[in-house]
């Protein structure tokens, strides 16, 4: 088993200490240079996952055929996708809120990035390790609503507004289990810190016929990690769950006024935030970036691409449901259940003690 965190020192300090930085400066350096490296990582795996991988997993599910005539497997569609968004015109409909209508798009991918901040990654990629890292990554995560109403308020338009909406609605029906659930991996952990849960996921579980089992949170608890990943679809927005978009209701929900450059940011952010829910549910319940043989960092992006992947299986198998049943379920199901598997976690974590 390859050591999940490869190296203590975070990715600023090595940074620093390869241009022999020190002191503030090295400090500031470092964290900048860092930063950049993490979110173009992000950045080339969103540009691949968008305009290419997700044509191509949907056109499987659906047999059909996608994207294949520019460049080798079609990936220069990736390139033709952006130089055409980017070249359209930016059409700003009239009687919108400016500030609001500006700065909704550019909080929706800058939430998912800076959640990416406390993330271990392995092979030393990880940018900052708090104490409490686990409640930074879901309150920059959550930063993404904020930008959802002032772009649903801001356009100007009523369907825009009813997407905005059932995107506070969903987030608040879903975002309290998702926390929830993940309290239970914090009463087992007994740390808000994201490199002790991926250490402590670390030790084995038990071993069977040789093969030892670690002991990963959603081995020790599936229940939670089943939970976990229908709330964390619902955040992410993706089937039975896509409301606040909602096409043959309300048009296309809170994105419904917007064009070109700003086109681009919502997309973008949208597949940085479920890449940021895989990282999040790596994190907590597979170990991070645990895994056999290969690199740490191979490991976790296999991971968040296993999420990826499920998203999209949702996205093309299972139809939308209507907004009151995506609120009964929110309510009435995930919430009761997220209590009871915190109270369990509880009850047991104290009888072990």
């Not at 173009?40 to 599910?61: C, D, E, H, S």
């Not at 033709?80 to 209508?101: C, F, M, N, Q, T």
């Not at 191979?298 to 996205?315: D, N, S």
């Amino acid at each position: 088993m390859v050591t999940p965190l490869q190296s203590q020192v975070l990715l600023p300090e090595r940074v620093a200490g390869l241009l022999g930085l020190s002191g503030t400066i090295g400090q500031i350096v470092g964290g900048l240079l860092g930063a950049f490296i993490i979110a173009n990582l992000l950045l080339v795996q969103t540009a691949v996952a968008g305009p290419w991988a997700k044509r191509k997993i949907t056109a499987a599910f659906t047999d059909r055929i996608a994207v294949n005539r520019v460049g080798p497997f079609g990936l220069f569609v990736i390139v033709a996708d952006a130089v055409r968004l980017l070249s359209k015109e930016l059409v700003i409909p009239e009687g919108v809120d400016r500030p609001a209508y500006d700065l909704g798009p550019l909080l929706v991918p800058f939430s998912a990035l800076l959640g990416f901040a406390v993330i271990p990654m392995g092979n030393g990629i990880h940018l900052a390790d708090p104490e409490t890292g686990l409640v930074f990554a879901f309150a920059a995560s959550s930063i993404a609503s904020i930008g959802l109403v002032m772009m649903g308020y801001g356009s100007n338009n009523k369907y825009s507004l009813l997407g905005g909406l059932r995107a506070i609605a969903s987030n608040i029906a879903y975002e309290i289990p998702l926390i929830i659930t993940a309290a239970s991996v914090v009463v087992f952990a007994g740390t808000l810190q994201m490199s002790e849960i991926v250490a402590l996921q670390a030790e084995s579980l038990l071993t069977i016929a040789g093969v030892t089992i670690p002991q990963w949170f959603a081995f020790v608890n599936p229940f939670a990690f089943v939970l976990f990943v229908v709330a964390n679809l619902a955040e992410v927005g993706r089937n039975p769950f896509d409301v606040p978009e909602a096409p043959t209701e309300i048009v296309a929900g809170f994105q419904t006024e917007y064009s070109s450059v700003y086109f681009v940011l919502i997309y973008l952010g949208e597949f940085i935030h479920i890449f940021l829910g895989g990282a999040i549910a790596a994190t907590l319940f597979l170990g991070g970036p645990a895994g056999p043989f290969l690199p740490g960092f191979v490991w976790f992006t296999i991971k968040i691409w296993a999420f990826y992947l499920f998203t999209q299986w949702a996205r093309s198998a299972i139809p939308r449901i209507r907004i009151d049943q995506f609120l009964d379920i929110g309510w009435k199901g995930m919430l009761v259940l997220s209590f009871a598997n915190l109270a369990l976690t509880a009850i047991i974590v104290g009888v072990i003690a």
